[in-house]
């Protein structure tokens, strides 16, 4: 009786590589530093970068591969089925000492200066596989007219420290595709710098700081302001635009010190840009730190509460004159979901078609994920997220369009947010704002708005806290709460949610998870984002979002 | 020695650059054989291969083997040859001269080469500073198009060829390989990361063969004269053909010399026919035989010693370019050891670190010495730093080659680095007389 | 070759060819399948111009090849023989490598400098002279060698050099 014949072996879609003689399966086309990551093995690098081109160049990764006499660098080694590497023998750690022996003999010793201290892949090197002494003892080269210089608006240079791994120009070219950076002169006096009169000034300059190894390139913005190991870490999302790209908010005792950008390949990868970037200190403002009421033209402080109870009041009166069809709510591109769906039921608690989110389209950004170049449309980070939770005018009812043009005038105008688009400073916008007979606001910074309402609610920044924003790609992001608003402010949506238990609608104990879980039930194509979800690095919520066209 | 100069013929002859010199010489006769007698490329290769050719240049690799690894299938990319005449390593000027005395020898030695390379563009990578020796191929060059030697369907054949002339800019470092074919992409000559090699993956992406400039006028006399011939001359089948030698230093008769390839170190210095000894009758005290990057002979080593691959390197040194440099007993050796050191740190391309780095404080260190302010752990110092800066600490051996000079004094002449250290002034030479020795 | 070439000098104006430099630029590009292989071959030209390759005239080449500014200040500063500021009206250099070396190119250089009255990298103050050390220049046998502009002067001795500097203009 004959036998079938035993079916191909399946294709294997994983390589196997032995390190240390213990085999893993890796997939194909990543790098041997990346593999080595997989097992667990950390192999010293400081020109590799999962995202540049490989140039080998500073001799950090030198591993021994069976078959080679010779050390060979892990990163430019291809990976390939059975390879087997050694990174634990004798040659490797020597050969790992004697290159950082010889990045040290010329690099100054600036550590108690220096901004990189603590995130310097140098020290951690140095400490992890240097020699524990130094044997130099000539003139350290030094790039004179180089250091404590600004290359760019934004970024300082120290050449002096530079290990001349060329991540930087790399950078430059290879994503930002500007190409300012290059070597200049050769040898042990090779320089990193730009052209004479074209400085380091793409939309991303900074990143070339974030990607130098040392402290080199820094920034002008985080200079001397502290030292990256008191910082807290706080995962959030970047406020500048609708792209959404994942940040980390660098704070302490209620300060921000910076933001630095959070990996998200599918957004923005590992870069953040300028613009977003610098935006950090933005967050420490606070002009209103208490909540307003307008009494004929005097100014008074009030408590939270019966701010709010103003608003609820004045809110109930005009139903019970004019209709809810005189009450406009004005959402943001700058809140929270949460927050937008809250003011969305309030007005629909009420009966009010009249609501509305601004679409300011003031600059095009863009930014590279791993795999393309995503534009952002929208100066506000939850443009989509806004309109997905129903902030758009009713069948007949008016949106903020109909307000600006003189259209329609409505006798009560709920802002959510003070600063919700340039047009909230503009004189003769806010104008006709204030021609409804009352306006409320929440607010952080004064602007023609603040200055013109007749409450304002002290409210919180980015970092003061927790929410979730829908980006240009349909994305729903996470972004959590670095520290408390100092009181009485606090967050938009506990503030909405004060008010709408006073017009009788809403729960004053609801959490922003609370409030997901309403909007997983009530609103379309939200239904799968989760708290794992968001916590696992945000879901694309399901439909399309088409952009409507620009104020 | 052969009974008349191959390489040589036509250098010091009136007018030896001309096209018709070179023609009325049988000149482009082994050219005018492949094409219209019918050799395929595959056939010039196999004589190149049989010939046993060893590259000129400095490492000495097999020529037919090399062009061989040129894949078969280039998917649709061309080939390009690369005659490499960047010639800067410290002691060699014999590329000089068979540009600026011989320049179709070489051509025609290139032609045949890119016929079997199946090569249509190639270049001729020439140092910024040979102005004249650029000069005179662009001129031999146009001489070649005018007799159809170059250019569309030569000599009738399906065979076309272009030869462009570049100009280096100053970078010893342009002689590397891949340093030369990143210069030619218009770039800094960095060199590359082999794998892969060039012959894979070379100039604007395509597979590219580096021959240098003696080498392709090797070619020219294999291909006119028969591999078997080639291969007689010589030392033995490892080491054949003849070679030209660049002797300077302090002997009597410096300059290039043609010989079969091996002959013995102390005929090119003190032969009637070569260098003629020592000058002022001084005696010798150290020889590099190589070029810089060679490792360092003491007289006492050359005494049996065949100038060719296998000789030199049978005595842990290498043939490198030929350049052969003579020193004599008045020589501080720490004094020629730093100034080594100083061309390599000067030359090093800066790319990675060992070499950056190790070049720089080698010579740092070695200044020190030479100055009198050596320190007693400054020698063992010297040899570990070089010791770690090569055997695949680099991306390319010119770090190798840099410690050559440094290991190879020290080892030999430790005596004189401690003499320096301890009495903080040279053993010999003229500084050796004005500090005194404290007694 | 010891000053340290970092700064590409401006020239304070626009730097643009004329038109047989435009010419021999074209021809030369049609040697290479791109633009950038003509770098080397064009900054010569430039030099060939000006004596000098400015700020404005890296740019200028930068425009013409479509290449970045910095790319071509990073190729001019690695080769040593790109002028990036005006020299003399004859460069003088010196090979001081080790066969020139142990020949006396030391001598040679103390020599020219005492007469000259400057030293490595500087032009005398009537602009006919500037001195530069060289690496090996394959002069060997002609030992100490040297160039003046592109031309070999070899081998070299002081009272040579001082009737050839009296000579030239």
Known sequence: MS??????????????????????????????????????????????????????????????????????????????????????????????????????????LDCPICDQAGECKLQD?????????????????QYAGYDRTMIGPHVVAD???????????????????????????????????????????NDWSACAADVCPVGALTTKEFRFRRRVWELKKTPSVCPGCNIGCNISIENRDSVVYRFLPRLNPAVNDYWLCDYGRFLSESLNARDVSKATVRHASEVRDAVVPAAVERIASEIRSTIETEGPSAIFFLGSAHLSNEENFLLRKIADHVGCGNRDVVVDRSRVRRMKSKTEWIEGDHAGANYAGARDMGLSPGPGAHGLADVLEGKWTPQVVVAADASFAAAADDPEKVGRLRSARFLAVAARTENALTRAADVVLPAASLAQKEGSFTNVQGRVQWFQRAFLAPPPARAHWDLLLLLGVALGWGDRTWTPADIRGRIREEVEGYDEVTEEELA???????????STGAV | MTSEPVLLARVGRDRSQAIDTYLADGGYGALKKVLTGGWTPEAVTEEVKKSGLRGRGGAGFPTGVKWGFVPKDTKGKPVYLLCNADESEPGTFKDRLLMEEDPHQMLEGQILSAYALKCRTSYIYIRGEFFHGA???????????????????ILGSRFSHDITVHRGAGAYICGEETGLIESLEGKRGQPRIKPPFPAVVGVFGAPTIVNNVETLCCVTHVVNRGADWFAKIGRNEKNTGPKLYCLSGHVNRPGVYEAPMGLQMKELLFGEDYGRGMKDGRKVKAVIPGGASAAMLTAKEIEDCPLDFDGLAAKKSMLGSAAIIVMNEDTCIVDAATNLAKFFSHESCGQCTPCREGTPWLHRVLSRIEGGDGRAEDVELLEKISNQMANGMTIC??????????????????????????????????RAEAIPVTA | MTSRRYAVLPAGRPAEFPPEALSRIDRILSRYPTKQAALLPVLWVAQETWGWISREAAEEVARILELSPAHVSGVLTFYTMYNLEPVGRHLLQFCTSISCHIAGAGGLLDHCRRRLGIDLGQTTSDGRFTMVEVECIAGCDRAPSMMIDDTYHEPMDPSRLDALLESLP
């Open chain 2, 135 to 153: 000069r005179v191929l662009q001129r031999a060059i146009d001489e070649a198009y005018e007799k159809g030697f170059l250019g569309e369907n």
């Open chain 2, 397 to 430: 051996v010119f770090s190798d080659a840099a410690i050559a000079p440094v290991l190879s004094s020290i080892e030999k002449f430790r005596d004189e680095y401690r003499y320096h250290v301890e009495n903080k002034r040279c053993l010999v030479g003229p």
């Open chain 1, 125 to 141: 090197n140095a400490f992890g596989y240097g020699e524990q002494r130094s044997r130099y003892d000539e003139r350290k080269r």
């Open chain 1, 3 to 108: 036998t079938p014949a035993p079916p191909p072996a399946a294709e294997k879609k994983t390589l196997t590589i032995v390190f240390d003689g213990k085999p893993i399966e890796v997939p194909p086309g990543i790098n041997l530093i990346e593999a080595a990551k997989l097992a667990g093995i950390e192999i010293p690098h400081f020109c590799f970068h999962p995202r540049l081109s490989v140039v080998g160049q500073c001799r950090m990764c030198l591993v021994e591969i069976e078959g080679i006499p010779k050390i060979q660098a892990a990163c430019t080694t291809p990976i390939k089925d059975g390879l087997a590497v050694k990174t634990t023998t004798e040659k490797v750690r020597q050969s790992r000492a004697a290159n950082m022996e010889f990045l040290l003999i010329n690099h100054p």
């Open chain 1, 536 to 546: 696992g690095g945000g879901l694309m919520r399901k439909g399309l979002f088409v």
């Open chain 1, 159 to 201: 050449m002096t420290r530079c290990i001349q791994c060329t991540r930087c120009i790399r950078f430059c070219e290879e994503i930002a595709g500007t190409g300012e950076l290059t070597f200049l002169d050769r040898g042990g006096r090779t320089l990193v710098w730009t052209h004479d009169g074209k400085p380091l000034a």
